[in-house]
């Protein structure tokens, strides 16, 4: 991936870290050399970059899955997706006469009630796997979350709660279906950090991460969404150094978890930045998701006629809440899912870059799902990044043509063909849990660009290949301010390589996402994928 010299047959290693790349002569030249011949059947590429994706992901499988895709847990095994209301039903009811403990509460994630027509998952439907013990199930977006009536009762929840996101029946009366985090936040108070979106807090979950991220042939992966709590951070300090933990965690601050002392604590942990631990951007949310109808949309607004989604902050805050972070150097990272979430933050940046003007701020817009082309190019004069949720074309493809964006817009999701051709740095993530950690599978979503059905969306937004794996790897190390340490086999990065089965550049590009990895090497350290 270094455009110098994309190719070569020996790296040489030392302290951790590239010393040469060439030839076997070339390498051998600053002297007496151990050669490894294990991976001369195998393919190296730079260890892939996770630029959006969450400790969340190996906090998770401490709940049950009932997602619709089959997915890959922690251990490797792989869990069969749900393709009924029945199914996940049937699941659950399973989980729970397991449970031993019955003031314990059933927590699930992965749900998604967009495939499944106008079947819903309410309260009643969840009352009967238990009308005593209360239950959660959050959706894969982790913007929603159902619960049942025992749930409601102990969080609280009634027909007089005047909280917003919270959906009532024709009777007034709580649905169980719970719309974004001020609706979410009741049950939170229940279940403490499980089903948290920033999960540091536990030993396990750090763990279980890295073993995911691994398996993916990742070395370098976010974790975006981080309170900066204490106990958290004393976990990362205590986990990442260990030698047998295969990645390198690059925490983002969230001020809407934490905010007070926020850029204080901030600038102290990156003062602890080690190799393995690197603290600096900062994540904001502004809107919630497209497929739960949460997203904030232009103008004609969602194709089924649902009502606009939420803002999470106001836009009138959003200039003050940027700018602190602007003006003392960091790298703000923005999810905008919707057109007019995305909008209204290109005004806030660029009234802050005319006050406050910034060489090299690489401010970036994460999902950035349904920008049009004339909001790129104000994105591209911004001098600003974008990290594109590619996956979702495959998960939910099918589901923006038929039910929340209609055809046209839908075919120009996750424009990065368009963001290319005006020179935008693009990266692509898999915002794990969201979607599986896998980003092999992401750039196969961007080269290809089809739905689960097999419909191609936006012929004309596919990329390349050489452009899509530039985007897993050197791509996504400079969204995140690191390309100059992590991204590409060049001398004086760290020595962290994917360790693949076959070429990605030499396969029909419809296998790219079939590719076997082996397993990866961190800091000079080889861990073997387990079979």
């Known amino acids: 991936m270094n455009p110098g010299q994309p190719e070569a047959t020996c790296v040489a290693v030392r302290e951790g870290k590239i010393l040469s790349v060439g030839s076997l002569e070339e390498v051998g030249q600053w002297g007496e050399v151990e050669v490894n011949h294990a991976f001369q059947d195998k393919i190296l590429m730079p260890g892939l970059v ?38 996940v039903i049937r699941r659950l009811k399973q989980a729970e006469t397991e449970m031993t403990d019955a003031s314990t509460e059933l927590l699930a994630w992965g749900f998604d ?43 609280g929840l009634d027909e007089d709660t005047d909280i917003d996101g919270i959906h009532k029946d024709a009777a007034g009366k709580p649905s169980g279906e719970l719309q974004e985090f001020a609706a979410m936040f009741p049950i939170y108070r229940i279940i403490g950090k499980q089903l948290a979106i920033s999960s540091s807090e536990k030993e396990s979950a750090i763990w279980n991460f890295g073993k995911v991220a691994q398996l993916a042939g990742v070395t ?12 958290g951070a004393e976990n990362l300090r205590k986990i990442t150094p260990d030698d047998n933990y295969p990645i390198r965690i690059v925490p983002a601050y969230g001020p809407q978890r934490s905010a007070e002392n926020g850029l204080k604590r901030l600038q102290e942990a990156i003062a602890k930045n080690t190799d393995k631990l690197h603290y600096g951007p900062v994540k904001v949310i502004v809107d919630g998701s497209i497929q739960g109808f949460t997203a904030r949309v232009k103008w004609p607004g969602y194709f089924d006629g649902k009502p606009n989604g939420l803002w999470i902050i106001p836009p009138s805050q959003f200039v003050e809440l940027f700018t602190p972070f602007h003006l003392n150097g960091l790298q703000l990272h923005v999810h905008t899912n919707g057109d007019e979430a995305a909008e209204l933050v290109i005004n806030a940046f660029e009234e802050i870059l005319t006050k406050h003007p910034r060489a090299d701020h690489r401010h970036t817009l994460q999902h950035c799902q349904m920008a049009d082309t004339a909001q790129l190019r104000r994105i591209a004069a911004l001098g600003m990044c974008i990290n594109f949720f590619s996956n979702h074309i495959y998960y939910w493809g099918d589901a923006h043509y038929n039910q929340t964006m209609g055809p046209d817009r839908a075919n120009r999701m996750n424009a990065a063909g368009s963001a290319l051709r005006l020179g935008i740095p693009i990266a692509f993530h898999s915002d794990a849990p969201i979607t599986q950690l896998s980003p092999l599978f992401t750039a196969w979503c961007a080269v290809q660009r089809k739905t689960s059905s097999g419909r191609v969306l936006g012929e004309n937004e596919r990329i390349s290949v050489p452009a899509a794996l530039h985007a897993i790897t050197l791509g996504a190390a400079y969204t995140l301010k690191m390309d100059h340490l992590v991204g590409s086999i ?22 790219l996402k079939d590719i076997s990895v082996w397993g990866t090497v961190l800091g000079g350290k080889v861990f073997e994928s387990p079979k």
């Open 113 to 155: 009630p967009i495939f499944f027509g106008t079947g819903r998952l309410s309260a009643k439907e969840l009352d009967t796997v238990s009308a005593i013990r209360p239950i959660a199930i959050l959706h894969a977006s982790v913007h929603l979350m159902n619960v049942n009536s025992a749930m409601l009762a102990v969080a």
């Open 490 to 511: 060049e001398v004086g990065k760290y020595a962290d390589f994917a360790v693949l089965e076959k070429d990605p550049t030499l396969i029909d590009p419809d296998h």
């Open 50 to 87: 996770e630029g959006h994706c969450h400790l969340m992901e190996g906090a998770m499988w401490d709940a049950v899955y009932v997602g619709y895709h089959d997915r890959r847990g922690p251990d490797g095994k792989c869990w069969k997706g749900l393709t009924s209301l029945d199914q």
């Open 220 to 231: 370098t992966a976010t974790d975006l969404m981080n309170d900066l709590s204490a106990i």
